[in-house]
C-alpha cells in the first residue's frame, strides 16, 4: 500500500481512522499529536527544569526524545532524564546503559537512582511478595525515588512515557475496583501539591503499537528485555480486555480516555486533593507514614526472615 501523502510505499496502516502512512509522514503524525499534549499540559519557561523518568524502553525514550525536540537550551529550559534502578539482574542493567549513552549523545543530564538507596532490590522482593504482587512494591518504590530525584533536582515537571493503552487500562482498573478517588489522581496533573512535582504524560494519545513502531523507524536505541516479573501484575487483566475490545472496535481505547476526561472536572471537584504531611522520610504522604517506607518496612523483615 501507498502513503495517502506521498507515493511512497506505507510502512502503518491507522485502522481507527483509515489511513496508510510512510515512515516520513507516520513520525510527522506522532511528532505533531505529541507536541500538541506538551503544549496542552505544561507551561515551561527560560529558566524551568523538566524531569522525565527513563527506563530505556520504547516508550520512555520516545517521551524523551520528544521532549527534548521541544525544549533545550535553544529556549532555556534543562530536560533532565531520571533513571531507577530496581535491582533486577540481567535486565536493568542493559536498559541503564542506553538511556546514560542517548543522554550523553544529545546532551541530556542524568541520573540514577537505586532501590539499594532503600535497602532492597527486586530480586530481594519478588520472592518475598506474598499476597502481593512484585509489581505493587516496585511502583511505590519507583514513585518515591522518581519525585525524590526530581524535587531534588528543582524540576517543574515530571514526564513520564505512559501511553494510550496504559492509560486506557488505568481508566478501566479504576472503574472496576470503584476506586475513584485514584480516578481523580491520575495525571496529568494541574495542581501543584507541597512536595509532589506534577506529573505529564505527552504519550497519553499515542497507542503503544505506535510509539514501538516510532521507535523503530526513528533508528533510536531502545531496550525491549521483558521484566521477569511482569506476568504477576494484575494490570494484565485489563490490558487484555482493552486489546480485546480495540480489536473488534477500533477506536475504543480513545474513546475510553475521553469519557474519563470528561468526567475528570468534576471528579476533582467532587474529591480534592488531601491534606499532605510529611513522612520522616521527606515524602509527602496523608497519614503519619508513607506507603513506602510501610512497603520498606515489610519487605525487610520479610527478607530478614528468610
Same mark, same amino acid.
Given at each position: 500500500?501507498?502513503?495517502?501523502? #506521498? ?7 491507522? +485502522?481507527?481512522? $483509515? ?11 506522532? *511528532? ?23 527506563? $530505556?524502553?520504547? *516508550? ?42 542517548? #543522554? ?26 506474598? *499476597? ?5 512494591? #516496585? $511502583?511505590?518504590? +519507583? ?100 486489546? *480485546? ?36 522520610? $521527606? ?9 513506602? #517506607? ?13
Amino acid at each position: 500500500m501507498r502513503c495517502e501523502h #506521498c507515493n511512497r510505499d506505507a510502512v502503518t496502516y491507522i +485502522r481507527y481512522n $483509515g489511513t496508510h502512512l510512510c515512515a516520513e509522514h507516520f513520525m510527522r503524525y506522532v *511528532d505533531r499529536r505529541v507536541k500538541r499534549e506538551i503544549r496542552k499540559q505544561i507551561d515551561a519557561s527560560h529558566g524551568d527544569r523538566i524531569a522525565v523518568a527513563v527506563s $530505556g524502553g520504547k *516508550d520512555s525514550m520516545v517521551a524523551l526524545r520528544m521532549i527534548a525536540s521541544v525544549f533545550g537550551p535553544r529556549n532555556g529550559v534543562e530536560v533532565h532524564a531520571i533513571t531507577i534502578d530496581e535491582g533486577i539482574e540481567g535486565y536493568r542493567p542493559p536498559s541503564v546503559d542506553i538511556v546514560r549513552r542517548y #543522554c550523553k549523545e544529545n546532551s541530556i543530564h542524568f541520573h540514577l537512582r537505586s532501590f539499594t538507596e532503600l535497602g532492597v532490590t527486586m530480586d530481594q522482593v519478588a520472592p518475598v511478595s506474598g *499476597d502481593s504482587s512484585p509489581c505493587t512494591y #516496585c $511502583g511505590v518504590f +519507583r514513585r518515591r525515588l522518581m519525585n525524590d530525584e526530581a524535587r531534588r533536582i528543582g524540576a517543574k515537571y515530571l514526564a513520564t512515557g505512559h501511553n494510550l493503552d496504559d492509560m486506557a487500562q488505568s481508566v478501566m482498573m479504576n472503574f472496576v475496583r470503584g476506586d475513584v478517588e485514584r480516578l481523580a489522581r491520575l495525571g496529568p496533573h494541574n495542581k501543584v501539591q507541597p512536595g509532589l512535582i506534577p506529573r505529564f504524560l505527552p504519550l497519553r494519545m499515542i497507542p503503544e503499537k505506535e510509539t514501538l513502531l516510532y521507535a523503530i523507524v526513528s533508528g533510536m536505541e531502545y531496550w525491549d528485555g521483558e521484566c521477569p516479573y511482569w506476568k504477576e501484575a494484575l494490570r494484565n487483566q485489563y490490558r487484555d480486555m482493552v486489546d *480485546d475490545l480495540e480489536d473488534r472496535s477500533p477506536g475504543s481505547r480513545f474513546s475510553i480516555l475521553s469519557s474519563y476526561d470528561q468526567l475528570r472536572p468534576m471528579l476533582q471537584k467532587e474529591l480534592p486533593p488531601s491534606n499532605l504531611k510529611l513522612c520522616e522520610c $521527606g515524602e509527602p504522604t496523608v497519614g503519619s507514614r508513607c506507603k513506602s #517506607c510501610e512497603l520498606v518496612k515489610k519487605a525487610r523483615m520479610s527478607i530478614g526472615s528468610e
